[in-house]
């Protein structure tokens, strides 16, 4: 776990020192989503507010001493023509490792999809989303699953 969370953090620094001029950024918690209860970083690839991006973020639960850390990595899509409302799409994996408390672990992974509403003002600020987040994985699919979250942007 150790070694992903360096990893993760390596990659930030990297997309930072590769984007000289400053692209839409921003830190949010969601609670649902493909993280459960995370803090997650989103950042355009280009210098724009809209279009193609990305979200990573580090998220755990923990019930009857049985949790888990959950780290969802996805790509998202920002569409929009206010420059603050915004129509997202995005897909992606979230990494789950835990136990129960007694020395069992596991590791496991599940795709999710995001079809949501962002709303994130050009000049930094409150952001808001709310999204429809089917899940799957191993067996299971789970087409109503959802999440909200509020955060900053600069």
């Known amino acids: 776990m150790k070694k992903l969370f360096l990893f993760i953090l390596l990659a930030f620094g990297t997309v930072n020192l590769i984007n000289a001029q400053k692209a ?3 830190i949010f ?12 970083y989103d950042r355009r690839f280009s210098h724009k ?19 888990g850390i959950l780290v969802p990595l996805g790509l998202n899509y920002l569409l929009g023509k206010d420059n603050k409302n915004y129509f997202e799409l995005g897909a992606g994996v979230t990494i789950v ?3 129960d408390g007694s020395g069992d672990t596991f590791q496991s992974t599940f795709g999710h999809l ?5 709303l994130q003002p050009r000049n930094g600020g409150f952001t808001f989303r ?14 109503y699953y ?5 955060g900053y942007k600069f």
């Open 24 to 26: 839409a950024s921003s």
């Open 130 to 143: 709310a999204a429809i987040n089917p899940v799957f994985g191993n067996g299971f699919f789970i087409p």
């Open 49 to 67: 507010e809209d279009g193609l991006g990305f979200r990573a973020g580090f998220g755990g639960l923990e019930i009857d001493h049985a949790g």
């Open 114 to 118: 995001n079809f949501g509403y962002r």
């Open 29 to 40: 918690f969601e609670l649902g989503g493909p993280g459960l209860a995370s803090i997650n």
């Open 97 to 99: 490792s835990g136990g």
């Open 146 to 150: 959802g999440g909200v979250s509020f």
